[in-house]
């Protein structure tokens, strides 16, 4: 352990600051002195031993490599941000493309920030709008389990139930399924 008065203790903060910066070089001059110069070239001199000075020299290394490795890593940060940004700019622009297409093809675009559906629910949300641009008309409960190959017909009517829970479809008698679009929620 090196003993140090508060000038010494003073020019080693001086000396770690300079050194968390980037921003100073040393080098072990004679008669047991470690010259240290900082940002502004003004030399700083500590008078330690051969051994001490070689531990200080090996630490400003040690942190000019970590600062080194952390410039690396925002860097490496910035640039997975900027890669992330694109990819969510690329997904925004083909789901704006998908829900044009959707519109072309006259399928309704589920309105944004619905819950989300399961696949058996996703599957009969596919059958009932495609029926519906088909045929102009909406599908029967019993048309809904026979293509969809459900054992009864409360299957079928537990899947609309809850894509008319989670705000997908709209039921209105026999043959009332209506699909909920951005445009029907607009209307509203």
Do not use: C
């Not at 921003?23 to 031993?49: C, H, P, Q």
């Amino acid at each position: 352990m090196i003993e140090l008065n508060e000038a010494e203790r003073q020019k080693i903060r001086k000396v770690v600051a300079a050194a968390s910066q980037g921003k100073w070089t040393a080098n072990y001059g004679k008669f047991g002195e470690l010259n240290v110069y900082d940002e502004n070239d003004d030399r700083i001199t500590i008078d330690i031993s051969e051994e001490d000075a070689a531990l200080i020299v090996g630490a400003r290394e040690w942190l000019t490599g970590l600062l080194d490795k952390v410039d690396s890593l925002i860097l490496e940060n910035n640039e997975m941000h900027g890669s992330i940004q694109r990819w969510h700019e690329r997904v925004m622009r083909v789901e704006k493309e998908n829900a044009s297409l959707k519109a072309e093809l006259g399928q309704p675009t589920p309105p944004a920030n619905l819950k989300p559906l399961s696949n058996k629910q996703s599957e009969a949300y596919r059958f009932i709008s495609d029926f519906i641009r088909r045929n102009q008309y909406s599908p029967t409960t019993r048309e809904i389990q026979d293509a969809m190959g459900y054992a009864s017909s409360s299957t079928a009517h537990h899947i609309t139930e809850m894509l008319e829970r989670k705000g997908y479809i709209k039921r209105m008698g026999k043959r009332g399924i209506v699909l909920v679009s951005e445009e029907t929620k607009k209307d509203e």
